[in-house]
């Protein structure tokens, strides 16, 4: 589980639209024996028992790990061992733990069947298309799959024409054609002849480096593709063609499937624009995309191609989701590439890490000189937003995969609420400074312009309660002969009454872009009960960041 220290870059680590998808269903066609497959997308919203429950023939599932120290084989492929580190394996008659716990995207698997090579079995894998990625090792060990063009497949030849050092001598190319494992499988294919199976990995003994995954290759700020979230107007996408011949590159929209069972549903589709620059105004013109639009690309030249959204027709309830794709083909018919695209309403609905910059103590002592401290002292605080709009204040939350149905994405405030498998995959943010397992509901609103008030209350008998000491005769609320007493005796009731000021703009009248959308701030005061005879009121400035835009929370 990653570090609660990991906070400054939270928003890194967790994209505003990462824990929702687009999905496709892709469909492989397996012979009795070894097959080799390429997953293009996601399918961890399901275990492979789950995935493969309709298909008894699927007998096993070898996940490649790519090893940059160590090399699979020389002269050709060997035969999978369970006991390498460079495989994780799902076995549908392994009544112990699997290893093999969900099947990630852009990587390559080997499936064995039951029955020969004339036997074949068609297996059809809901996924979250993925932005294509490749990661080419020097040591000659790639276990690969590319986004080909699958009405027409390309030779690899022409398909590698721009990345000639994985087909050229003396480089070598294998795939499994089902049957046991031999001498002829995987077998060695020609280049020059063979044509490019979308679906299917193939081994190829190249030792070069690189990311080559297609002729054409696109830049986007995260692997969530084209992603607007809740904020988001405009995305520039980078298309790169690699080939020495000027291309010309067909975009067009296409619509997710259903989501699966378990998964956040779809409210539909992203009303895409076209961002154009006007060069004699100065300014962008948004066309709708509807239907298609092409844009060349010169040889081994670069283009960016901008994208808004129209945000007045995202018509939904905060955690409506919307979600395509972006088809892009081009001209020399040799890939075809499936972006994930998506957005949601606009709203403060989320997870945010808020940092409060305690910077003035009301003094209790008559005659006391100012109430400024020398240093501002700093609080960490955690507010989940939910759909309605309550803003709850939260002891510590964890973002990941959840152990309800689907193991979908999403918040929750227990760590025994996370799939146990996946743990590590998990964020948590903790407020040290609150009472333990809290999630507080606030009055008043999450919004610029308004206040949001928290009152914590901290029980005399509380293990987090400053009076209360466990090995202290004196403070652990026991008289002599160890019977609890009441408050007031030992210890006390404490109550903090904490209220968030959301101003327009930064109260030190700096300029911070995002102010209102993605960081919201003002300024911070609390009263404190219970530590003194007298009450104490400190204030100060707070900002708050979002982590996560999922407006459902897992208060279980």
Same mark, same amino acid.
């Given at each position: 589980?990653?570090?609660? $220290? #990991? ?6 680590? =967790? ?30 919203? !399901? ?15 070898? +996940?490649?790990?790519? /090893? ?7 002269? &050709? ?30 990587? !390559? ?42 009405? &027409? ?41 063979? +044509?490019?199976?979308? /679906? ?50 067909? @975009? ?17 589709? *992203? ?7 006007? &060069? ?46 972006? +088809? ?8 075809? #590439? ?24 009301? &003094?209790? #002592? ?10 501002? @002292?700093?609080? +960490? ?9 309550? !803003?709850?204040? =939260?002891?510590?939350?964890? *973002? ?28 948590? =943010? ?64 404490? $109550? ?16 911070? $872009? ?17 530590? /003194?005879? /007298?009450?104490? $009121? ?5 900002? @708050? ?5 999922? !407006? ?5």
């Amino acid at each position: 589980m990653k570090s609660p $220290t #990991v906070l400054a870059a939270a928003g890194c680590l =967790l994209s505003t639209a990462s824990l929702h998808a687009q999905w496709k269903t892709e469909t492989y066609t397996l012979k009795g024996g070894w097959n080799a497959i390429y997953l293009h997308g996601d399918a961890t919203h !399901a275990t492979p028992s789950q995935l493969f429950a309709g298909y008894p023939a699927v007998l096993e599932v070898w +996940r490649w790990n790519p /090893n940059p120290d160590a090399v699979e084989f020389t002269t &050709s492929p060997s035969q999978p061992y369970a006991t390498s580190s460079e495989w994780t394996i799902w076995n549908r008659n392994d009544s112990g733990e699997q290893k093999l716990t969900a099947m990630v995207g852009q990587s !390559a698997y080997l499936v064995r069947c039951s029955g020969d090579a004339a036997t074949t079995t068609t297996v059809s894998i809901p996924q979250r298309p993925l932005p294509p990625s490749a990661t080419w090792l020097v040591t000659g060990a790639n276990f690969l799959g590319f986004p080909a063009n699958a009405s &027409s497949p390309p030779v690899l030849s022409s398909y590698f024409a721009s990345f000639p050092a994985a087909t050229t001598a003396p480089s070598k190319i294998y795939k499994y054609i089902g049957g046991d494992l031999g001498s002829a499988n995987p077998l060695q294919i020609s280049a020059s002849s063979e +044509r490019l199976n979308r /679906n299917t990995a193939y081994w190829f003994e190249a030792a070069t480096v690189g990311n080559f995954t297609a002729p054409v290759e696109y830049e986007l700020p995260g692997t969530d593709g084209v992603a607007f979230g809740r904020t988001g107007n405009v995305i520039t996408l980078g298309v790169m063609n690699r080939s020495t011949n000027a291309l010309t590159l067909t @975009f067009s929209t296409e619509a997710s499937e259903s989501a699966p069972s378990g998964q956040p549903g779809i409210s539909g589709g *992203v009303p895409l624009t076209r961002r154009i620059f006007d &060069s004699t105004t100065g300014s962008y013109s948004d066309t709708p995309v509807s239907g298609s639009f092409t844009v060349s690309v010169p040889a081994s030249g670069r283009v960016n191609v901008d994208f808004g959204i129209d945000r007045s027709q995202l018509n939904g309830t905060p955690d409506s989701h919307f979600a395509s794709f972006l +088809r892009v083909k081009d001209s020399a018919g040799l890939s075809d #590439v499936l972006l994930p695209v998506s957005a949601q309403t606009a709203s403060p609905a989320g997870l945010w890490v808020g940092q409060v910059d305690v910077s003035t103590v009301n &003094s209790t #002592v008559a005659g006391s000189p100012g109430n400024t401290t020398a240093r501002p @002292f700093p609080l +960490r605080m955690n507010v989940h937003v939910d759909a309605s709009g309550t !803003a709850r204040l =939260l002891s510590q939350a964890f *973002v990941g995969p959840l152990a309800s149905a689907g193991n979908a994405p999403g918040i929750c405030i227990r760590e025994s609420s996370l799939q146990a498998d996946r743990k590590a995959e998990a964020l948590r =943010l903790v407020s040290s400074q609150m009472p333990l397992d809290r999630a507080i509901p606030g009055t008043g609103s999450f919004a610029a312009g308004s206040t949001l008030r928290h009152t914590v209350t901290i029980p005399y008998d509380d293990a987090t309660n400053p009076f209360v000491h466990s090995y202290h005769p004196d403070h652990d609320n026991k008289d002599a002969r160890m019977a609890r007493l009441n408050a007031g005796v030992e210890s006390y009731d404490i $109550t903090r009454d904490i209220t968030f000021t959301f101003t327009a703009s930064p109260p030190d009248g700096s300029s911070i $872009t995002g102010w209102g959308t993605t960081i919201y701030g003002g300024t911070y005061s609390e009263t404190i009960s219970g530590v /003194n005879k /007298n009450p104490l $009121t400190v204030g100060g400035t707070f900002t @708050f960041r979002r982590v996560s835009e999922i !407006a459902d929370i897992d208060l279980n």
